[in-house]
């Protein structure tokens, strides 16, 4: 079966065909700048047979970008389709599980599609047209959310009053569950037992966003982030975790602003907030290592950023209990070796013994890292959500 994965972005619809069950990958590509006009213009770059192309097309919606994907693809019929997977970053309460497309799914994306302003309605809209355009072509829909549904309802819940709660849907949902469900089982394919036995905090460290998420028996118990992708970890522009009283502050200042707040807390806070040059934690680890002083806002924000890390990962170790393996994932975990040092070194009452040289010379991935002797594993793995898609939407066409 050949799996096309779409996963669109508020301007941007990346793209891949893989072919399953074995996985490989036969095209793939990201289609730029869909929507109103900009200073360059819209293109779509495609891959396939070890090449690259750039082709320039207008594309004022992501219905128009699906059709130019589409006709990319029909240039080489062996790349035609044979069932179509959609990433969707937030399911609600409604979506515990992925979903086959139908009418009444997307009824119900379009009652839910507030819960992710930013993300949900562009790729509902994408599903409406390639539904519209290819109505006999099998489609699914993949939810980032619902990996975490097994989060039992104490750990998910806001002491909040219960009636509020339920009517306004307010609990943690988590994110990242699609990157985290991949990685986690290629931990467990690693260590050479079943997903459901494995017990690990898989970190999920991108130069955007970035999550933790505690695993115990295969399943989430718990991720960083909640009710929205904003708490948790410092992330690049996002603050993390924050006391609700300086939102009240902030809202008491901008009176009627809500939108002004939500800016500053989402897109100039984190890591360019703090360091007030870069919101990429590399450019700050670098300057440090060029000498800045420790009083300078880059070692601040470098330490910040380091000790949430480490203090979730502290937390979780004791929430999984007995833990094979913590795991680094994405940009950030993936690629640079001095935060997976700073964040696992002297953890030895955890269990945690990182390895100097093997950190350092973890260039090819799958990666472990942690010493001989280490009794929890330290397992650098390249995430792959595209992938991970096409798995899901494999498993729920076959099963149908």
Not at 82 to 87: E, F, K, T, V
Not at 324 to 337: C, H, L, N
Request: proline share 6%; hydrophobic share 40%; net charge negative.
């Amino acid at each position: 079966m050949k799996v096309l994965v779409f996963n669109c972005g508020s301007s941007s619809l990346k793209y891949k065909l893989i072919a399953l069950p074995a996985g490989d990958e036969l095209a793939g590509g990201e289609a730029q700048r869909v929507g109103p006009p900009t200073a360059e213009p819209a293109r779509i770059i495609h891959r396939a047979d070890g090449e690259e192309e750039t082709l320039y097309v207008e594309m004022p919606d992501h219905g128009a970008a699906f059709d130019q994907v589409m006709q990319v693809l029909q240039r080489d019929p062996r790349l035609a389709p044979d069932a179509i997977g959609h990433r969707l970053v937030h399911g609600a309460s409604r979506f515990k599980a992925h979903a086959r497309v139908s009418e009444e799914v997307i009824a119900e994306l379009e009652a839910i599609q507030d819960m992710a302003p930013l993300h949900n309605p562009p790729a509902i809209a994408l599903i409406k047209a390639s539904r519209s355009r290819y109505p006999d072509l099998p489609q699914t829909v993949v939810f980032d959310t619902a990996f975490h549904s097994t989060i039992p309802e104490y750990a998910a819940a806001y002491a909040l009053p219960v009636e509020l709660s339920r009517r306004q849907g307010i609990r943690k949902y988590g994110f990242h569950g699609t990157s985290h469900h991949y990685v986690a089982t290629e931990a467990a394919r690693m260590l050479g037992r079943p997903l459901e036995e494995l017990n690990a905090v898989s970190c999920h460290l991108g130069s955007g966003g970035a999550s933790l998420c505690a695993i115990r028996h295969g399943c989430s118990v718990d991720n960083t982030m909640g009710f929205s992708p904003l708490q948790g970890l410092m992330m690049s522009t996002r603050c993390g975790d924050l006391d609700p009283a300086v939102t009240l502050q902030l809202l008491a200042r901008w009176p009627g602003d809500a939108k002004a707040v939500e800016k500053m807390l989402n897109k100039q806070s984190g890591v360019l907030g703090m360091s007030g040059t870069t919101a990429d934690i590399r450019d700050v680890l670098a300057r440090l290592a060029e000498g800045e002083a420790l009083d300078d806002p880059m070692a601040l924000t470098a330490q910040l950023y380091l000790w949430r890390i480490r203090k979730y990962l502290g937390a979780y170790l004791a929430l999984v209990g007995c833990a094979d393996a913590v795991i680094f994932t994405d940009t950030i975990g993936e690629t640079v070796p001095e935060v997976r040092w700073a964040v696992c070194s002297d953890m030895d009452s955890f269990g945690l013994r990182i390895s100097a040289q093997r950190n350092r010379s973890a260039q090819t991935l799958p990666a472990d890292v942690a010493e001989e002797d280490s009794p929890v594993r330290i397992l650098v793995i390249q995430t792959n959500e595209e992938l991970a898609i096409a798995r899901q939407t494999y498993a729920l066409l076959k099963a149908a």
